[in-house]
């Protein structure tokens, strides 16, 4: 009867998003389910670091597939992450979404938006949010 | 030894704290637009044009031609490690460099541009300055009729030799000519193209137009086309400069300086030409020519010297003769007319002090550049993780705010839109924009020269031609117009530098950020 579970992990180049990915693995492997990665970028700027490209995103899909998990890889450029990650769980009816949480400062709050606010108050599914290990963000 | 003597004066005077302070801000300013593909030279000059009300005339000239020198840097550094160039005239290097950066060899190829730079620079301003006081010499019997004829050289060359057709850059030429018309006749007080609006007797403002169709058509253009994949930064790495390196570098350098400086002092529109036929030529005498498509360093080195030794050799009409052969030499030609100067036969004499610090300065900038470039090539990427809306928002609110100031008049800033518009309009359909500034600026000065040789005369349009320098020069006018038809006719399309890299497109503007997709297939 049961169809596939879905777990959507948010993942960008960095320790938060590492820690997101290992997060997302481990969940979809207890629960047996499909692993939806998705990398995203605004595309608002020539150069944009945390967009997977070459290498990186070559090591990503090894790593992936040697983890055993039955997984699905979106690059989606143009919108916020939020809405991506929105549709990314609405398209899929993911049980669950990973995401990584920053280590913001005082005036770092006050000056910029937040990402993960704008993803846990748009996104409709449970939302696990990991932190990357303690350091530099 | 005049020269020697006059340039240790320059050297004294551009040694000066302030100067020095000048010299840096400009050649940072120039590194960082050179950077960011389609912020060029010529926009940000224009951009600063306002400040001349204030700035004294040597700071000013100072820190503009540290941006001149500084573009050409920067535009390396992108091509190489991005291979999206940051100005046309670094288009070449993205052939061989970036090919160098794939196969780990970014750090030497990022090395033998930089330095080759500052070779090729050091060179040509040497050069400058040897040149300039022998040309003075030579064209200070200049009649009139044979400035008439030098500047219809320059738009005619200007016109045919840019972009991807001669005849969108005669069009091009047209619509600044017409703009410089606007306003009161000198010489009869006639009102022309004026419709009747007050503010427009006194002429357009040309910090207006070259800041409505630099700045702002290019922000209008960007943000037409903003959603663009983000392009990929390739590591600067692998084993730095070697002695072989250098081997193959040498013979680049010292061409491309040839190459460079004569045809930058041609009004041929620039560093284009001389970075093109100087990758043609290291194509053809390497000893390595299996390496050229797979990132040959002598593919980086020649083009890369010949783009500099191209801006010193611009400054050479420039100087001598008032007469810019680039859309950026335009530019500084206008902050030159700011402050009462006008460049021709005469500024070495009067304004000696100016020039040869201004000479000396570019010398020390050059030095500066290599400092600032050479180690701090990555730092200069991290510029374009800013997200587009923010900088051209920025470069919109300076473009508004220097136009505004220069008459505080609200009209201006409509024009401003107007003009805007209009060099949106010229990008999304291909029309340089260079050919309009120069016809702009450079028209007005023919006019007065033509009418002034016809005053003399009494009419007799046979004055034109009754020197041999006025006839050899508007012959060679004739030739630029007319050889480019011809050689289309005689051997097809001349193949542009896109098509040389022939398998992978560069990645130029236009291209920037094809689906993510495509990419991935490699």
């Given at each position: 009867?049961?169809?596939?579970?879905?777990?959507?992990?948010?993942?960008?180049?960095?320790?938060?998003?590492?820690?997101?990915?290992?997060?997302?693995?481990?969940?979809?492997?207890?629960?047996?389910?499909?692993?939806?990665?998705?990398?995203?970028?605004?595309?608002?700027?020539?150069?944009?670091?945390?967009?997977?490209?070459?290498?990186?995103?070559?090591?990503?899909?090894?790593?992936?597939?040697?983890?055993?998990?039955?997984?699905?890889?979106?690059?989606?450029?143009?919108?916020?992450?939020?809405?991506?990650?929105?549709?990314?769980?609405?398209?899929?009816?993911?049980?669950?979404?990973?995401?990584?949480?920053?280590?913001?400062?005082?005036?770092?709050?006050?000056?910029?938006?937040?990402?993960?606010?704008?993803?846990?108050?748009?996104?409709?599914?449970?939302?696990?949010?990991?932190?990357?290990?303690?350091?530099?963000? | 030894?005049?020269?020697?003597?006059?340039?240790?004066?320059?050297?004294?005077?551009?040694?000066?704290?302030?100067?020095?302070?000048?010299?840096?801000?400009?050649?940072?300013?120039?590194?960082?637009?050179?950077?960011?593909?389609?912020?060029?030279?010529?926009?940000?000059?224009?951009?600063?044009?306002?400040?001349?009300?204030?700035?004294?005339?040597?700071?000013?000239?100072?820190?503009?031609?540290?941006?001149?020198?500084?573009?050409?840097?920067?535009?390396?550094?992108?091509?190489?490690?991005?291979?999206?160039?940051?100005?046309?005239?670094?288009?070449?290097?993205?052939?061989?460099?970036?090919?160098?950066?794939?196969?780990?060899?970014?750090?030497?190829?990022?090395?033998?541009?930089?330095?080759?730079?500052?070779?090729?620079?050091?060179?040509?301003?040497?050069?400058?300055?040897?040149?300039?006081?022998?040309?003075?010499?030579?064209?200070?019997?200049?009649?009139?009729?044979?400035?008439?004829?030098?500047?219809?050289?320059?738009?005619?060359?200007?016109?045919?030799?840019?972009?991807?057709?001669?005849?969108?850059?005669?069009?091009?030429?047209?619509?600044?000519?017409?703009?410089?018309?606007?306003?009161?006749?000198?010489?009869?007080?006639?009102?022309?193209?004026?419709?009747?609006?007050?503010?427009?007797?006194?002429?357009?403002?040309?910090?207006?137009?070259?800041?409505?169709?630099?700045?702002?058509?290019?922000?209008?253009?960007?943000?037409?086309?903003?959603?663009?994949?983000?392009?990929?930064?390739?590591?600067?790495?692998?084993?730095?400069?070697?002695?072989?390196?250098?081997?193959?570098?040498?013979?680049?350098?010292?061409?491309?300086?040839?190459?460079?400086?004569?045809?930058?002092?041609?009004?041929?529109?620039?560093?284009?030409?001389?970075?093109?036929?100087?990758?043609?030529?290291?194509?053809?005498?390497?000893?390595?020519?299996?390496?050229?498509?797979?990132?040959?360093?002598?593919?980086?080195?020649?083009?890369?010297?010949?783009?500099?030794?191209?801006?010193?050799?611009?400054?050479?009409?420039?100087?001598?003769?008032?007469?810019?052969?680039?859309?950026t030499a335009a530019i500084i030609l206008v902050a030159f007319q700011g402050y009462g100067i006008q460049p021709g036969p005469t500024l070495l004499s009067t304004e000696s002090t100016l020039v040869w610090t201004l000479i000396a300065s570019l010398l020390i900038g050059n030095l500066m550049l290599l400092v600032l470039n050479l180690p701090l090539a990555r730092v200069w990427v991290?510029?374009?993780?800013?997200?587009?809306?923010?900088?051209?928002?920025?470069?919109?609110?300076?473009?508004?705010?220097?136009?505004?100031?220069?008459?505080?008049?609200?009209?201006?800033?409509?024009?401003?839109?107007?003009?805007?518009?209009?060099?949106?309009?010229?990008?999304?359909?291909?029309?340089?924009?260079?050919?309009?500034?120069?016809?702009?600026?450079?028209?007005?000065?023919?006019?007065?020269?033509?009418?002034?040789?016809?005053?003399?005369?009494?009419?007799?349009?046979?004055?034109?031609?009754?020197?041999?320098?006025?006839?050899?020069?508007?012959?060679?006018?004739?030739?630029?117009?007319?050889?480019?038809?011809?050689?289309?006719?005689?051997?097809?399309?001349?193949?542009?530098?896109?098509?040389?890299?022939?398998?992978?497109?560069?990645?130029?503007?236009?291209?920037?950020?094809?689906?993510?997709?495509?990419?991935?297939?490699?």
């Open positions: 009867m049961s169809r596939q579970p879905v777990v959507v992990v948010g993942h960008v180049p960095t320790p938060r998003g590492r820690a997101a990915l290992e997060h997302g693995v481990a969940e979809a492997h207890r629960r047996g389910a499909r692993l939806v990665v998705v990398n995203s970028s605004r595309g608002d700027a020539l150069v944009d670091e945390e967009y997977l490209q070459g290498d990186p995103l070559r090591r990503l899909e090894d790593e992936l597939t040697v983890s055993g998990v039955p997984f699905e890889l979106r690059r989606p450029v143009g919108r916020d992450v939020a809405e991506e990650l929105a549709d990314a769980v609405s398209e899929t009816g993911a049980d669950l979404l990973v995401i990584g949480l920053r280590r913001r400062s005082a005036v770092g709050k006050l000056l910029m938006g937040s990402a993960a606010q704008r993803i846990l108050l748009t996104v409709e599914c449970p939302i696990l949010t990991v932190k990357g290990p303690p350091g530099p963000p | 030894m005049g020269a020697l003597a006059d340039l240790l004066g320059g050297f004294a005077e551009a040694l000066t704290p302030v100067n020095l302070l000048f010299a840096l801000l400009g050649v940072l300013l120039g590194t960082a637009v050179g950077v960011l593909p389609g912020i060029g030279p010529a926009m940000t000059v224009a951009l600063l044009l306002p400040v001349t009300y204030t700035l004294e005339p040597t700071a000013a000239f100072i820190m503009f031609a540290g941006i001149y020198y500084g573009g050409m840097y920067g535009g390396s550094t992108t091509s190489i490690l991005l291979n999206t160039p940051g100005e046309s005239s670094s288009i070449m290097t993205a052939l061989e460099g970036n090919k160098m950066a794939k196969a780990g060899r970014g750090a030497a190829a990022l090395a033998t541009a930089a330095i080759g730079s500052f070779v090729a620079g050091t060179i040509a301003t040497l050069l400058l300055a040897l040149v300039a006081p022998t040309v003075v010499d030579l064209v200070v019997g200049i009649t009139p009729a044979d400035y008439f004829a030098l500047a219809v050289l320059a738009f005619v060359a200007v016109a045919t030799v840019l972009g991807s057709s001669p005849l969108r850059g005669l069009a091009s030429l047209g619509v600044g000519l017409y703009l410089g018309l606007v306003g009161t006749d000198v010489l009869t007080g006639q009102e022309r193209f004026t419709l009747g609006i007050p503010q427009l007797s006194d002429g357009i403002d040309v910090v207006v137009v070259a800041v409505g169709l630099f700045a702002v058509g290019e922000a209008l253009y960007v943000a037409s086309r903003l959603r663009r994949g983000p392009v990929q930064v390739l590591a600067a790495s692998g084993p730095w400069f070697t002695r072989r390196d250098l081997r193959r570098s040498v013979g680049p350098w010292l061409r491309g300086t040839a190459l460079g400086f004569p045809l930058g002092a041609l009004p041929a529109g620039g560093a284009e030409i001389p970075t093109f036929l100087s990758y043609a030529a290291e194509r053809k005498l390497t000893k390595h020519p299996e390496e050229f498509g797979r990132g040959a360093i002598e593919g980086v080195a020649g083009p890369e010297a010949a783009n500099n030794a191209a801006a010193a050799g611009v400054l050479v009409p420039l100087l001598t003769l008032g007469l810019p052969t680039s859309a991290q510029l374009l993780r800013v997200p587009r809306p923010y900088l051209y928002a920025g470069i919109l609110l300076f473009a508004s705010l220097g136009c505004y100031a220069v008459n505080a008049d609200p009209l201006d800033l409509l024009l401003l839109l107007v003009i805007g518009l209009l060099g949106f309009a010229m990008r999304r359909y291909g029309w340089p924009v260079a050919p309009a500034v120069i016809g702009l600026i450079l028209g007005p000065v023919a006019e007065t020269n033509l009418r002034r040789a016809l005053a003399i005369s009494s009419g007799d349009l046979g004055v034109l031609f009754d020197t041999w320098f006025s006839r050899v020069v508007l012959g060679l006018a004739l030739l630029a117009l007319v050889l480019p038809v011809v050689l289309r006719a005689v051997r097809g399309r001349r193949a542009t530098p896109e098509e040389l890299q022939a398998g992978e497109p560069l990645r130029h503007r236009e291209t920037v950020g094809a689906p993510p997709g495509e990419e991935d297939e490699r």
